[in-house]
């Protein structure tokens, strides 16, 4: 009897041995998924402000991208404010691209507590106020009292944007009030501008380098600007909601390999303007200047 009920507690014992012994391989499988769900790394998502400079940029680094095994998506638009939030908010990893420190301070100093400056694209950009060089004021000071001339407009670009709140705020310091700044779009603005040149009539502008129409239109001038209401010249810079180097650190040593010089972007932008897309103009840089490629992401072809 004695016997039996050793067999019988062994029994039990071999039985609850496995039952433990198959619950924790399944307890093990379910965090060894769980660990291989947590590590599969996110497509990175690229915000691309829709301005033919970032067009540009943004297009050279994708197809760039394209080139390696990095995943990613893109968000465009035109909202710069939305976009920098957007980032901000984490729900941008990348924003192609900022100017500062002055045309997009406005943007940089309400959202730079949750954003990174990665990287300077390019040195030397420059924005401001712009008239056809025969018009015979060379600043910002001589717009007062020449109002009628320009029929009391100054035209702009898209609202939002950083060169137009800083004109908002050249108006007031400039003591220019006879002056209305009119918001348009880029092409709109650059439309009105050749339209006033082929007149000859007197035009003010919002306009900034790199820009293609410094290229395709002669004679263009920047008035001075004496009180620097648009800052010295920018950087255009690659912002990264903050953390996103810690997330992805060799995502983010390939935007800190990412460079470009001021002319190469106009080429890119005059391009864009002759009716290439802007993936058609990036592609058909690369193409001569394949060694880009190598710099960024380190491979080839």
């Not at 997009?104 to 730079?112: C, L, R, S």
């Not at 939002?160 to 009030?177: H, K, P």
């Not at 035009?203 to 648009?230: C, M, Q």
Request: with cysteine.
């Amino acid at each position: 009897m004695k016997n039996n009920f050793l067999k019988i507690l062994a029994c039990l014992i071999i039985a609850c041995a496995l039952i433990s012994s198959g619950c924790t391989s399944e307890d093990n499988a379910s965090d060894t998924e769980s660990t291989a769900e947590d590590t599969t790394q996110e497509a990175v998502k690229i915000g691309i402000v829709q301005w033919d400079d970032s067009r540009a940029t943004g297009s050279v680094f994708t197809q760039i991208l394209d080139e390696s095994e990095y995943e990613y998506e893109t968000v465009e638009g035109a909202d710069l404010g939305a976009l920098y939030q957007a980032t901000a908010q984490g729900d941008i990893d990348v924003l192609i691209q900022a100017w500062l420190p002055a045309t997009q301070a406005p943007y940089w100093d309400k959202y730079n507590d949750s954003l990174v400056q990665a990287q300077v694209i390019a040195s030397g950009a420059k924005c401001g106020l712009v008239v056809p060089e025969y018009v015979p004021i060379n600043t910002i000071e001589e717009l007062k009292g020449n109002a009628s001339k320009f029929d009391g407009q100054i035209s702009g670009i898209e609202p939002g944007a950083g060169i137009m709140q800083n004109t908002e705020s050249c108006i007031v310091d400039y003591e220019l009030e006879e002056y209305e700044l009119y918001s348009s779009s880029t092409v709109g603005m650059v439309t009105e501008l050749q339209d006033k040149i082929n007149n000859e009539e007197w035009v003010v502008v919002t306009l900034w380098r790199p820009h293609w129409s410094f290229a395709r239109i002669d004679g263009l001038k920047f008035l001075e600007d004496s009180k620097g209401e648009y800052g010295g010249s920018d950087d255009l810079i690659i912002l990264t909601r903050t953390g996103f180097e810690e997330d992805n650190p060799e995502f983010y040593q390939i935007i800190q390999n990412f460079e470009m010089d001021l002319s190469d972007i106009e080429s890119i932008m005059i391009a864009i303007d002759e009716g290439q897309t802007p993936d058609e103009a990036a592609a058909a840089w690369l193409a001569e200047n394949p060694e880009k490629i190598n710099e960024v992401i380190g491979t080839q072809e």
